[in-house]
């Protein structure tokens, strides 16, 4: 939104004067490519990642062309609120909805089949994918699942009723403290990575695992890597606490 405004900003300071001398219009469609331009020039600049590009770049000249279809504001208003509930993650701590797949909730189960009666944590967990296959599983294990978008986490409810050995938390998961679980499993991104190992450090005690799925804990070996059987080559990043 920063890079957003200051392209806008810088646009409008100079196009709003020099229409406004002319007695003319501001041509509507230049003016939203020249904020796209100049929105691809400063994300280029501040060297943000290159989907951030092509969304800075292509933003404005699509509001205005969705400005032409004349939608009622009302199903902008709807369509925000929906991808809220959905998305929250994202919002709050740029950690987008990913799911686990089948095979890499199949891996976790073997990787945690000899914990018996351990106390398994996933943060962020979705729809609850791997809590429910853990929960089917592993029928010894405690297994418990906590997600804070709303629309993730009725699925996830619906998915896991029944279930004796689950538990299904709409909480933030920074609010969890660590220490009681001895395995804990989070697929998030890069960007709350290094204040999760500083919170995993504090509270994981010696013997426990930390595994995180495609992204790694920055500058930090893992334990293992597990590389799951599927089409992506879905990585898994196991650390053991209290082991170099």
Known sequence: MAIQFSAVFLVFSLAWPYYLIR???LPWLEVSLAIGGIGLLIACLTQQPWWWRLIHAFFAPCAYLLSLLAIPPGWYLLAFILLLLLYRGALSGQIPLFLSNTKTCSAIAALLADR????ILD???GTASVVRHLGQNLRNAEITGTENALI?????YLRTRGFANIHWLMRDFWQIPLAEYDAVYAFLSPAPMPHLWEKIQREMRPGSLFVSNSFPVPDQEPS???EVDDARKTLLFCYE???S
Not at 152 to 156: S, T
């Open 152 to 156: 993730p986490w009725l699925i996830g």
């Open 123 to 125: 943060l962020g967990a």
């Open 241 to 243: 606490i209290g082991h």
């Open 224 to 226: 293992f890597l597990i």
């Open 116 to 119: 018996t009666h351990a106390r």
């Open 23 to 25: 007695g003319e219009t």
